[in-house]
């Protein structure tokens, strides 16, 4: 059964960074990608960033570029989501969510955890 848990959110000023993780478990991931998404009250889910498992291939939202880099360490089955420069506009939950490639929906997902950016 996959399992996704994240860490790693908090409280930060605008401007500084945080990093979240997700640790993923259940299967092999090799022909999975994993994605970040994040969720404020009133609004649809907001894709963020993706990174395919097998080779690091790397997606973006363009709200998130050049500020966020995600990655992956295939040995410990995490992916992690540098967030630098943030902004009050990036105060959400996110969550880590995970599907085989050649799905359209992502099918797992984790549990999320709060980022706050004060401003």
């Known amino acids: 059964q996959v399992q996704l848990v994240e860490s790693g959110g908090g409280l930060v000023q605008a401007g500084g960074s945080l990093r979240l993780s997700c640790a993923a478990s259940?299967?092999?991931?090799?022909?999975?990608?994993m994605g970040w998404f994040r969720q404020t009250p009133g609004k649809e889910r907001e894709f963020v960033a993706a990174?395919?498992?097998?080779?690091?291939?790397?997606y973006y939202a363009d709200s998130v570029k050049g500020r966020f880099t995600i990655s992956r360490d295939n040995a410990k089955n995490t992916v992690s989501l540098q967030m630098n420069s943030l902004k009050p506009e990036d105060t959400a939950v996110y969550y880590c969510?995970?599907?085989?490639?050649?799905?359209?929906?992502?099918?797992?997902w984790g549990q999320g955890t709060q980022v706050t950016v004060s401003s």
């Open positions: 969510a995970t599907r085989r490639l050649i799905s359209r929906e992502y099918n797992y």
């Open positions: 259940g299967r092999s991931f090799s022909s999975y990608i």
């Open positions: 990174i395919t498992w097998s080779d690091g291939i790397t």
